[in-house]
């Protein structure tokens, strides 16, 4: 089991490098960094200059050894439209798309997986089949119109919630957060529903096909014929064995409401990276758009790393092995 | 009697399943009036002459000050809004079964090897799967753009702009006909049609391409259409954001970005009439796909 | 205390209602085995369903008397039939693997049941699932019982699942196929386990099989069905050994014997397709004979697997599946290969169809040595001469390719014939020989059940031209009756085209019948090699002899 984490953990390093070298290319061959820094005014020796300075005729490795370098302790470059430095740009805004994030991931869960449930065990009640068809038509619609209908309804015509910011915030150590006012909580409400629809109708999908599987398994049969209370075997038994491959899947939905969070921060105007983002594609800023890469890949690896060893530790299949 | 009874028995419940048969002509509409749509519409939007300024923003029919012309009115440049919404579908269409024939193509290809090869192939296959997978679907396609937006020289930006929109999306979604291509392909392998195959001394490629292929189709169709409604989508996202279609070729996310600056100030029909047509195209051929999921795996019927 | 009277059960389809089972009666008394037996379709499993109230849906009882002593099964809310279920009427079913909650440990799922049913306190009920175990024959049950069902063996699984059902002290167990997926070792014990119980604790039990020998060894009662009707009931020695019924006649005649040869099956006139015309395909084949008979000699044969990495620091495992194997197959001879599952029959197999790599050894066929596998060119000889008829007829036929597409594939191969018309005409003929009608030409795999889907398989191979036949468990998935026809037409075209044939089984009494000499194969080991005769009379090597005696047979005594 140990070599199984290792192993995993070098596949994310793996992906990780990959990923960096994708972002490093970028910076590299699409535009010239010189030419965006400093503007038409400079001189070209003085352009050479600065080439040299910056390293950028040394050859291709050492360059990318010395971009991951910088990375890992932090230096993320500087931006061609602000001149600010990437990072602290970066961690400005990255509060509030995780907030943002987690609060949608959370709403979705939490009326997901239930109603997951309730299908997979009603299969033919009214209710159900309202959900199914609704779930249909959450799947369809795209999230921005999504937003957009959510803003005219209690933005605009009943006026009840903000369309747009984040209310107020509250600045703990580095940490901008909006949680804990209540206009903040205003804000937040209709951009996480947005967001969250589409990850609830794919987790209460996902949860009910799992469950059904489940249900027409042999051991859920046994234990039905062995008389175990109906209450257990769906809750104990068929249950718990449904979220253990919904677990993984709920991690890589995690990646998932990140990257629509750009979207949703768009429709919204919420002052999150995906904003951000948006703004450095508009002005091919390709720092901001580099690392925004990179952080977004170790998002993902992280918490595709993190589902999967949990997947070892619920399944204990992948733990013990035989006794004889 | 199993592939008979299927077709059969597919269309059996398709003629007893009321969506299905809703969803499909719905679906079939739009698609005739993408594929008619210079010969149905009024106006053709990218043309510049065939509108004008002064038919701008007009109602629908069963307003008032609406000209009988133009059913569903006008937006702010004068463009008929069906006229608009046939060729904006049409756009949306191209690009999303181009986006998809793309990613079918590379990604059955390269599932259906490295199911065959396994060892080091798979691997490496599955190592770029996984790169691929760590950027989501929007991320890609966004990047893709601004790439190109950073290495093409500006005259020829606008032409390629379908072509772009097109890779972007492309790469975003041969991921999943990969690994699907790849699982059903492992199934297969233990198969002993296949063993009898490889036994006989085949070539690899018929052995894939003539023996193992045509059993793998139907999940592989299912996830075409899924897939289908996601690049749609995906380019209306896109298009919404801005990074898509531009204005003066505008796709159904184009003319709704277009419409939402209308949406205070009372052209609703600018705004809800693109979205509730993207909205019927999508939903038809989510329950197309869903139908045919059920087709493919009996025993959730 | 179980009646049955004219139980009938329908499933709504589309096309109108069908009968699953009609006017089925049966009685078992508290402390009897009562066989049911039957081939696929027969219904039996139905039987067990309806009796315990898990029917699968949409499927109904229609019609019926099911009473358990005094209760009237049929009469009982969702509750109260809940509530019988596992208190009076237990079900154990084929594949104790899949039997078993795998993320719960035994003793929680002992535990469970025991509750369920009693009020014992937690500790009350660990102790009687502890003492259970080691009644069943689990040692060390204490510490065992903290384990999860993967980490136990195939054998010890099954008996966990027993535990399961007789923890809770039924009156009735209904046990579906409950041995099928075991080795024959593994079976003889479960079989004792059963009589045990049944002797012991006055459990009854309906013992649903395929497997006659299972029937005779441990069943006192026996009712046969067929295509959803009662048959034939009696007592099992009357039924096996001088069956009224004619459909049980021709059964027991299609049951090949573990203690003698016979020659042919006796089969139905009406059903005995085997071998009829063909000329094209005779004259064809009678053509390709003048080439010789080729023996197949292997030395030494040791193939070694790799394990998966577990560990850092250790190296993978290695798995020997075949281990110095030597073996001498004559000329125009049938070679039986016998052994349990795991015992690297398969991989003996594709070992010499090149599909996997031998780690050490030679193989000889006729007079050419064999490259092994990954060296093997594509176009080298052995791909025609050596032929293969796999175990499972459902997926040994490309199920998206016509039958015509299938048969002509090796003649376009192999080059034997360039029009493609003649490639028709000859596959057609072939199917004839094989006892096919020749208009499935043009039909897809699904269209055909499981026997018509081996000959099929056969015609495939003999369209190779082939000099050596393997047959890897060609019957097995076969009911016993199609196994007879298929058995006879193997032997019919042996004797007629002069094959080499290897015929590889898990059950001995097959093997007896094809045999002319039997190798027995145990963990990559080969235990004993001689003529059949000598194998099955006095065999010398002691797994040989405990295999013999624990396979379930019907004594000699009751057949006339």
Redesign the interface.
């Known amino acids: 089991m140990v070599y199984f984490i290792v192993k995993r953990m070098i596949?994310s390093v793996?992906?990780m490098l990959?990923?960096a070298f994708?972002a490093f290319s970028?910076f590299r061959?699409?535009?010239d960094p010189i030419t965006q820094m400093t503007g038409v005014e400079t001189s070209v020796v003085d352009q050479e200059r600065l080439r040299e300075e910056l390293g950028l005729n040394d050859p291709f490795v050492s360059q990318f050894i010395r971009f991951t370098g910088d990375m890992l302790q932090g230096d993320f470059g500087y931006s061609y439209r602000t001149r600010q430095p990437v990072a602290d740009m970066i961690t400005e805004r990255v509060p509030a798309t995780l907030e943002l994030g987690v609060v949608a991931l959370i709403i979705s869960l939490l009326v997901g997986v239930p109603a997951g449930v309730y299908t997979a065990l009603k299969p033919r009640g009214i209710w159900t089949q309202t959900i199914l068809m609704t779930t249909?038509?959450g799947?369809?619609?795209?999230?921005?119109?999504i937003g957009?209908m959510l803003?005219?309804l209690f933005g605009?015509q009943l006026g009840w919630l903000p369309t747009f910011g984040r209310g107020g915030t509250v600045q703990i150590g580095n940490w901008e957060s909006s949680l804990f006012t209540f206009s903040g909580w205003r804000a937040l409400l209709l951009p996480a529903i947005t967001l969250g629809v589409y990850q609830l109708t794919l987790t209460m999908r996902l949860v009910r096909a799992e469950m059904?599987e489940v249900m027409?398994s042999d051991y859920i049969r046994f234990a039905m014929a062995r008389g175990v209370p109906m209450r257990k075997l769906h809750y104990k038994h068929a249950m718990v064995n449904t979220m253990v491959p919904v677990i993984t899947i709920i991690g890589?939905q995690f990646?998932?409401v990140?990257?629509?969070s750009?979207?949703t921060e768009?429709v919204f105007q919420w002052p999150g990276m995906g904003l951000l983002?948006?703004e450095?594609?508009?002005f091919?800023d390709?720092p901001v758009?580099g690392v925004y890469?990179v952080v977004?890949?170790f998002f993902?690896?992280l918490v595709n790393l993190v589902v999967d060893l949990l997947y070892v530790a619920i399944d204990p299949r992948l733990r013990l092995r035989e006794l004889e | 009697?199993?592939?008979?009874l299927k077709k059969y028995e597919g269309l059996?419940l398709f003629v007893h399943s009321p969506s299905a048969i809703v969803a499909a002509m719905v679906a079939t509409l739009i698609i005739l009036g993408a594929i008619f749509a210079s010969w149905i519409a009024l106006v053709n939007p990218y043309d510049l002459a065939s509108f004008s300024l002064f038919d701008g923003l007009l109602p629908p029919v069963w307003q008032d000050g609406a000209n009988p012309k133009y059913l569903l009115g006008t937006d702010d440049q004068g463009r008929d809004m069906i006229s608009a919404i046939l060729y904006g579908a049409r756009l949306s269409l191209i690009i999303g079964l181009s986006a998809l024939t793309i990613a079918a193509v590379i990604g059955v290809g390269l599932g259906l090897a490295a199911g065959y090869y396994g060892g080091r192939f798979d691997a490496v296959v599955m190592?770029i799967a996984?790169?691929q997978?760590?950027?989501?679907?929007?991320?890609t396609a966004?990047?893709i753009?601004?790439?190109a937006?950073?290495?093409l020289p500006a005259a020829i930006q606008q032409d390629l702009r379908v072509a772009v929109l097109t890779l972007a999306i492309a790469l975003s979604l041969w991921v999943n006909f990969a690994r699907t291509a790849r699982a059903t392909t492992f199934v297969q392998m233990n198969?002993?049609?296949v063993?009898?195959?490889?036994?006989?001394?085949?070539?690899p490629s018929r052995v894939m391409f003539v023996?193992i292929l045509?059993?793998i189709l139907g999940p592989l169709l299912v996830i075409m259409t899924v897939d289908l409604?996601s690049a749609i989508?995906l380019e209306?996202?896109l298009s919404?954001?801005?990074?898509g279609l531009p204005a003066d070729s505008p796709s159904l996310?184009t003319l709704?970005r277009i419409g939402?600056q209308f949406?205070?100030s009372g052209e609703w029909w600018i705004?809800w009439i693109p979205?509730l047509f993207?909205?019927a195209l999508?939903?038809s051929?989510?329950?197309l796909g869903?139908f045919l999921r059920d087709i493919f795996n009996p025993?959730?019927r | 205390m179980l009646t049955i009277k004219d139980l009938t059960v329908k499933f709504p389809s589309?096309f109108g209602d069908f009968s699953a089972i009609e006017g089925v009666d049966m009685t078992i008394k508290p402390g009897e085995i009562h066989g049911l037996v039957g081939e696929s379709g027969a219904g039996k499993s139905t039987v067990g369903a309806a009796v315990i109230g898990l029917l699968q849906a949409p499927g109904y009882v229609a019609n019926g008397i099911l009473t358990l002593g005094d209760t009237d099964l049929r009469d009982l809310t969702a509750a109260q039939a809940h509530e019988v279920r596992g208190d009076r009427i237990s079900m154990i079913f084929q594949d104790p693997q899949t039997s078993l909650n795998p993320l719960m440990t035994i003793e929680d799922q002992l535990v469970e049941t025991i509750q369920a049913h009693s009020d014992a306190s937690k500790t009350a009920a660990r102790r009687r699932a502890v003492d259970l175990l080691e009644d069943i024959g689990i040692q060390n049950a204490s510490q065992r019982i903290k384990a999860y069902p993967h980490q136990f063996s195939g054998g010890m699984r099954q008996r966990v699942v027993i535990a399961l059902a007789i923890c809770t002290d039924p009156e009735l167990i209904i046990a579906d196929e409950p041995t099928t997926a075991l080795d024959v070792a593994v079976q003889s014990q479960v079989l004792d386990l059963i009589k045990q119980l049944a002797r012991e604790r006055q459990i009854a039990f309906m013992l649903i099989t395929h497997d006659i020998g299972v029937i005779a060894q441990v069943a006192n009662r026996v009712t046969v069905m067929r295509k959803g009707r009662v048959v034939e009931t009696g007592d099992t020695a009357q039924v096996l050994g001088a069956p009224k019924h004619p459909y049980t006649r021709a059964l027991m005649d299609a049951v090949p014997p573990l203690d003698q040869k016979i020659d042919r099956f006796r089969v139905p006139a009406a059903d005995d397709t085997a071998v009829m015309q063909g000329d094209t395909a005779e004259r064809w084949l009678l053509e390709g004979q003048q080439y010789g008979l080729t023996g197949l000699a292997l030395e030494n044969l040791t193939v070694t697997f790799t394990g998966q990495r577990t560990s850092l620091f250790r190296k993978p495992s290695h798995y020997v599946a075949l281990e110095d194997v030597t073996l001498t197959i004559r000329p125009g001879s049938i070679m039986g290969l016998v052994g349990e599952s795991g015992s690297g029959k398969s991989t003996l197999a594709k070992a010499i169809?090149?599909?996997v790599t031998p780690t050490y050894g030679t193989m000889i066929l006729g007079d050419t040595v064999l490259p092994f596998g990954s060296s093997r060119?594509?176009?080298?000889s052995s791909?025609q001469l050596v032929q293969?008829v796999?175990?499972?007829p459902y997926?040994?036929?490309?199920?998206?390719?016509r039958i015509g597409d299938i048969l002509t594939?090796?003649l376009r191969?192999y080059g034997f014939v360039k029009d493609p018309a003649e490639r028709t005409s000859l596959a057609a003929s072939m199917l004839s020989l094989v006892g096919m009608q020749p208009d499935a030409i043009i039909k897809?795999p699904?269209?055909f059940s499981g026997g018509q889907r081996q000959r099929i398989a056969v015609a495939?191979a003999l369209l190779?031209r082939p000099r050596f036949l393997i047959c890897d468990e060609p019957t097995s998935a076969l009911d016993v009756s199609i196994q007879a026809e298929i058995l006879n037409l193997l032997k019919e075209l042996q004797a007629r085209f002069g094959l080499t044939i290897l015929f590889i089984s898990h059950n001995l009494a097959v093997v007896r019948q094809m045999a002319d000499d039997t190798a027995v194969l145990r963990n990559g080991k080969i235990q004993e090699v001689n003529t059949t005769e000598v194998v099955y009379q006095s065999p010398q090597a002691k797994y040989t002899k405990s295999l013999l005696a624990q396979t379930p047979e019907m004594p000699k005594s009751w057949r006339h």
């Open positions: 596949q793996f992906v990959a990923v994708l970028l061959f699409v535009g249909l038509v799947v369809s619609v795209p999230t921005f119109v957009i803003i005219f605009v059904m027409r890589l990646g998932g990140i990257a629509f750009i979207v768009s983002f948006l450095s594609i508009r091919v390709i758009m890469l977004i890949a993902f690896v | 009697m199993i592939a008979f059996w190592r996984d790169v997978l760590a950027l989501p679907a929007i991320l966004l990047l753009d601004g790439i937006r950073g290495i198969k002993e049609y063993q009898a195959a490889i036994m006989m001394g085949q070539r023996h045509p059993n409604a989508l209306a996202t919404f954001l801005g990074i996310g709704i939402m949406m205070l705004l979205t993207l909205i999508v939903v051929i989510n329950i869903d025993r959730l | 589309r169809t090149g599909l060119s594509r176009h080298h791909r293969m796999f175990q499972d997926s040994s036929l490309n199920p998206r390719h594939e090796p191969f897809y699904h269209q495939r190779a």
